[in-house]
C-alpha cells in the first residue's frame, strides 16, 4: 500500500474537524437551553433547559481538556506529562453509564509523546466497543520503556474498521479524512516516540498493545550516540495550548 504522508496544512486541518465534531454537539445542546430559557416560563421546563445546560457545558468542557492533551502541545518539547493528568481527562470522557474506565498506571511523569499516544489508544478503544461496555487500561514500565495494555470488552466487540492501515499510515483508499484522523495521528504518534502498536481480539474483547519498538528496545552499539526519537515531534507541528482552549 501507498504511504500517506499529510502536509502540515491538511494535518491541522483534519485535527481541527476532528475536535469541532466532539464539542458540536454539547454546544449545541447549550444554545438549545438557552433558547429554551429565553421562550418559556414554564418552571418544569426551565429546570429541565438548566439540567441540559449544566450537562452540556461540562461534557463540552470534558472533551476540549482531553483534546488539549492528546491533540495539542501539552508543553515544550521534551515535555513530561503526569499520568494522574491523563487518567482524569480520561474519565472526564467516560462520564455517562454506556462506557465504563478501569484504570492502573504509576504515578509518574511520562514522556509527553507516550501520554498523547495513551490518549489517543483511549479514543480508539473506545470505537472498539460501539455498543458501550469496559475499557480497561494499564500502564506498566518507565517513561523510556513502558507497556500500554488496553481491553475493550462488549457486545459486538470489533477491531475498528482500517484502523491498523491507518497507524500505519497507508489507508486502504489512499486518504485520510476527518474520521480517520485520529488512528492515523496515533500512528504519527507512536512512532514519534518510538512505540509498535499491535491490536487482537478474542470473543467480545479487543486487546490494543504498545510496547517500545524493536529497535528502540536493542541497547546501543558501544560508541554509538544515544536515540533522541521521544524528542521528535508528530508532523502537526504540534499546535500551542492556547489552540485547542
Same mark, same amino acid.
Given at each position: 500500500m501507498t504511504t500517506v504522508n499529510l502536509d502540515a496544512l491538511d494535518l491541522s486541518a483534519l485535527l481541527c474537524s476532528r475536535v469541532c465534531h466532539d464539542v458540536i454537539s454539547p454546544v449545541g445542546a447549550i444554545v438549545n437551553g438557552l433558547e429554551v430559557l429565553e421562550d418559556d416560563n414554564d418552571a418544569s421546563m426551565r429546570e429541565f433547559a438548566l439540567d441540559l445546560i449544566r450537562k452540556s457545558a461540562r461534557q463540552a468542557s470534558a472533551r476540549l481538556q482531553f483534546a488539549r492533551i492528546a491533540f495539542g502541545a501539552?508543553? $515544550?518539547a521534551g515535555a513530561s506529562i503526569d499520568l494522574a493528568d491523563a487518567e482524569k481527562v480520561s474519565r472526564g470522557m467516560f462520564s455517562d453509564e454506556k462506557t465504563q474506565l478501569t484504570? $492502573?498506571?504509576p504515578q509518574a511523569l511520562f514522556p509527553k509523546n507516550k501520554v498523547k499516544l495513551l490518549l489517543n489508544l483511549v479514543m480508539i478503544a473506545t470505537s472498539a466497543?460501539?455498543?458501550?461496555?469496559l475499557i480497561d487500561v494499564k500502564v506498566s514500565?518507565?517513561?523510556d520503556a513502558p507497556l500500554l495494555v488496553l481491553k475493550s470488552k462488549g457486545s459486538h466487540a470489533r477491531i475498528p474498521s482500517?484502523?491498523?492501515d491507518l497507524l500505519a499510515g497507508t489507508p486502504e483508499s489512499g486518504s485520510v479524512d476527518a474520521h480517520g484522523i485520529l488512528a492515523y495521528y496515533a500512528g504519527l504518534v507512536a512512532r514519534a516516540a518510538a512505540m509498535d502498536v499491535r491490536f487482537s481480539i478474542e470473543g467480545d474483547e479487543v486487546t490494543i498493545r504498545a510496547e517500545p519498538t524493536a529497535a528502540a528496545a536493542e541497547p546501543a552499539a558501544p560508541g554509538a550516540a544515544p536515540a533522541t526519537t521521544e524528542d521528535a515531534r508528530p508532523s502537526d507541528s504540534e499546535p500551542s495550548d492556547t489552540a485547542l482552549a
Open positions: 501539552a508543553g $515544550s484504570w $492502573s498506571a466497543i460501539p455498543r458501550g461496555g514500565g518507565d517513561g482500517h484502523v491498523e
